[in-house]
């Protein structure tokens, strides 16, 4: 759903989803044992039987004056495996099922704010400034559920002058230095 109001100053949308995905395909890295003897890491490709994924994004933006937008969204995503046969986890903890554990790479919880800033200088010339601060739950590294990367946030800056033909942006990006792990 979306709706334009106040003078289409401010913009709301909002969806809902559920997908319930066969044979999601998930990428993890196998020991081997290559054509010398020697042992090796490899990435494989395997199936996970049945997953289940449910949520909602909800975001907005309001022009608070002609020369200011703030913006802000969330979302909020519920993927668990709801039939799939891990050997890892068999080996792990002596049962093969994944059942209910969270997808890997997939936050339940994101977030996103940004003040987006634009001032007439002169006749096509701006000064420019934005900010924007994203949030991200913590996501689990494979189908075991066995290692986090821990939540994140993190703040990127901008600012600087823009005409119709050119511009000069200083930016700084992980304001914070937030060091959580990517995948």
């Given amino acids: 759903a979306k709706?334009?109001?106040?003078?289409?100053?401010?913009?709301?949308?909002?969806?809902?989803?559920?997908?319930?995905?066969?044979?999601?395909?998930l990428t993890r890295t196998e020991r081997v044992t290559n054509v010398t003897g020697a042992g090796q890491n490899v990435a494989v490709i395997v199936n996970a039987g049945q997953t289940e994924v449910k949520g909602i994004e909800l975001q907005g933006s309001f022009r608070l004056i002609p020369a200011l937008t703030l913006s802000a969204s969330y979302g909020l995503s519920d993927a668990k495996f709801?039939?799939?046969?891990d050997s890892r986890q068999l080996?792990?903890?002596?049962?093969?099922?994944?059942?209910?554990n969270r997808t890997p790479r997939a936050p339940q919880h994101t977030a996103s704010f940004t003040a987006d800033a634009r001032f007439p200088v002169?006749?096509?010339?701006?000064?420019?400034?934005?900010?924007?601060?994203?949030?991200?739950?913590?996501?689990?590294?494979q189908a075991e559920n066995q290692t986090e990367t821990g939540p994140s946030t993190k703040l990127n800056l901008r600012a600087g002058v823009r005409a119709?033909?050119?511009?000069?942006?200083a930016f700084v990006n992980n304001v914070t230095d937030d060091r959580t792990a990517v995948d």
Avoid at 4 to 12: G, I, K, Q
Avoid at 82 to 85: F, G, L, N, T
Avoid at 123 to 133: E, K
């Fill in 122 to 141: 002169d006749d096509g010339l701006d000064v420019v400034a934005r900010g924007d601060v994203f949030y991200q739950s913590t996501r689990f590294a």
């Fill in 164 to 169: 119709p033909d050119w511009s000069i942006i």
């Fill in 91 to 100: 080996t792990l903890t002596g049962n093969a099922s994944v059942k209910g």
């Fill in 3 to 25: 709706a334009a109001l106040l003078d289409r100053r401010l913009n709301v949308e909002a969806a809902a989803f559920y997908i319930d995905w066969t044979n999601q395909q």
């Fill in 82 to 85: 709801v039939r799939y046969e």
